[in-house]
């Protein structure tokens, strides 16, 4: 942090008072963008090491997500296919991942290939490009992928 200052909880707790939480982005009275207690985003971004924390934060809200649209069920796929679903609903969210129905009733029933093809078969694949492609590979399988 800031070299040889000691940043106390007094002075912490002060400023979050004069600041205030915002968890969305605000415009603030100097009219930059905004988040958190007062971080002025337009001026100063974000540091990696707290990207990655949102990363795993959003990741666990994705892995929510997915056991609230598939239940126990989620937990019968193999690690790839988790995987290749909680990427998809990191990227969509739930709303937009529950309008993907063929797709879901495909994985529930356990048809990869069939889930793989409602995938590529979207708007998001196209908007997403290789990476629907790439999630679709997974979908189907080490053992469909030897064949291609």
């Known amino acids: 942090m800031s070299e040889g200052f000691y940043i106390g909880q007094e002075l912490v707790e002060m400023i979050k008072a004069h600041e205030g939480f915002s968890e ?3 415009k603030c009275t100097s009219g930059a963008l905004t988040i958190g207690y007062g971080h002025n985003l337009d001026a100063n971004g974000i540091p990696e090491s707290v990207a990655l924390q949102l990363l795993y934060h959003d990741i666990d809200r994705a892995i929510k997500d997915c056991l609230a649209v598939f239940g126990g069920y989620f937990y019968s796929l193999n690690t790839v ?3 290749v679903v909680i990427d998809m609903m990191f990227n969509l969210g739930i709303t937009r991942f529950r309008t993907f129905k063929k797709f879901i009733r ?3 029933v356990g048809d990869y290939e069939w889930a793989a093809r409602e995938m590529l078969n979207s708007k998001w694949a196209k908007q997403v490009g290789k990476r629907a492609q ?3 590979c997974a ?3 080490s ?3 030897k064949r291609d």
Do not use: C, F, V, W
């Open 24 to 26: 969305k982005p605000y």
């Open 143 to 145: 053992e469909h992928n």
């Open 81 to 83: 296919r988790q995987n």
């Open 106 to 108: 495909a994985l529930t």
């Open 134 to 136: 790439e999630l679709a």
């Open 139 to 141: 979908m189907r399988g």
